[in-house]
């Protein structure tokens, strides 16, 4: 039975706006209370977090415009591909992280395996589109 690519962009673009919400929200309005949480390592800055937390849901704002036009691939092609990049470029700052400071905790293994899954996803339907 194969995958339907349809279906499959959909996911993607639902479940990476709520990622992106919930942690948008999260890091801009609290993010001690994230790293309380969390354990997120030593290294915190309440400034950057809540920087990249504005980044986030200024990319969930953007994505949700976008979701009228996931009909056309050709619309959607190159955000789909700066999402796959981003997960890739966290899974290496994460392992860099992990390898070069010693910051390892709960928050550390939530954000690989979110950036793991959205990385092998959006591989996955960008390789199914291009069949």
Do not use: T
Not at 27 to 37: D, K, Q, T, V
């Amino acid at each position: 039975m194969a995958f339907d690519v349809e279906k499959e962009i959909l996911l993607f673009w639902i479940a990476g706006l709520i990622v992106l919400l919930v942690y948008g929200v999260w890091l801009f309005i609290s993010p001690e209370s994230y790293r309380a949480l969390l354990g997120s390592g030593r290294y915190f800055d309440p400034v950057s977090s809540r920087i990249i937390g504005g980044i986030y849901i200024a990319w969930a704002i953007i994505g949700i415009k976008l979701y009228k036009k996931l009909d056309n691939w050709e619309k959607i092609e190159e955000w789909l591909y700066f999402g796959v990049m981003v997960q890739i470029l966290v899974l290496i700052a994460e392992i860099l992280g992990i390898v070069m400071y010693g910051i390892f905790g709960i928050g550390v293994i939530i954000v690989l395996i979110i950036n793991i899954f959205f990385a092998l996803l959006g591989i996955h339907i960008i390789m199914q589109k291009r069949k």
